[in-house]
């Protein structure tokens, strides 16, 4: 099978078909995902929470997304595959740079970060040294203890602006992809329609080029329920890999997420 690009993510975008993204942890997940056709997959600093049982991102290192990105390589080696710089791994330019370049090595084929305008010379400092990188706006988890608690982001006409300027800032810095996570539909509309590269929307409406969910809550194996955004394809599917080909079925025919999973 051959590697998955973003030229191939690019070339959807264009051709306006939707793809499927989860978070993925370990090998076997990995492999059944790849398996069943997920192309892109992304070693979230959600790993905290899913797979280390804290209540936030924080406690996450670059040493543990080296650990869980190179298991997911071993059993997904043609997906495009995206390892979080956690919690303060990228807060000076020469951290930055030793943070992404272990990740790069551990088998990652782009890095995500979270944050809007002020990243812009980070984006571009990475980009220019041959890392890719993927923004995340909106609900960005590192900055809870900013936001006060995990709330949808964007809501009034201010910060739904400047969440499209700093959208626009990354994608002039350099970024290739950019997850938007927990806005209303509208506006993530807007910002899918305004930029070149590819969105990944996790709570963000059916809008977006793709869609991205924590393995935990498509497969509803979190035992603290399933966020609205989310959707337990392991109800309807029988099995894991039902489930999964259940989510890539829906999210290729923007039947996932529908307006129950997504903010106004
Ligand atoms: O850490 C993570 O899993 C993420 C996704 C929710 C996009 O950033």
């Not at 290192?61 to 390589?73: E, K, L, M, S």
């Not at 992404?100 to 010379?121: C, P, Q, Y």
């Not at 938007?180 to 709570?203: H, K, M, N, S, W």
Request: glycine content about 10%; charged content about 15%.
């Amino acid at each position: 099978m051959k590697m998955t690009t973003i030229s191939h993510l690019r070339a959807k975008k264009q051709q306006q078909s939707k793809f499927a993204s989860i978070t993925a942890y370990d090998a076997s997940f990995a492999r059944l995902f790849e398996q069943e056709g997920i192309q892109v997959m992304l070693v979230g600093d959600s790993l905290g929470m899913t797979m280390q049982g804290h209540g936030s991102t924080l406690p996450v290192t670059v040493d543990n997304i080296v650990y869980h990105t190179q298991c997911v390589r071993r059993g997904a080696p043609t997906c495009l595959l995206l390892a979080d710089l956690p919690f303060m791994s990228y807060a000076t330019p020469a951290q930055t740079f030793e943070s992404a370049a272990t990740l790069m090595r551990a088998g990652a084929n782009m890095v995500k970060l979270e944050g809007g305008s002020w990243l812009a010379e980070t984006v571009k400092g990475l980009t220019e040294r041959a890392v890719p990188v993927c923004g995340h706006l909106g609900l960005t988890p590192q900055s809870v203890n900013i936001f006060g608690g995990y709330k949808v982001q964007g809501r009034d006409e201010d910060s739904a602006e400047q969440l499209l300027r700093d959208a626009l800032a990354l994608e002039r810095a350099g970024a290739q992809l950019l997850v938007l996570e927990c806005i209303p539909v509208a506006l993530a509309q807007r910002v899918t329609q305004a930029l070149v590269i590819p969105t990944i929307g996790i709570g963000a409406g059916n809008v977006t080029d793709g869609q991205i969910l924590v393995m935990q809550d498509a497969l509803g194996i979190t035992g603290q329920g399933t966020p609205k955004f989310a959707k337990n394809f392991l109800a309807q599917g029988g099995d894991i890999r039902s489930a999964v080909s259940g989510f890539i079925h829906d999210v290729e025919q923007g039947l996932f997420p529908g307006p129950e999973h997504s903010f106004q």
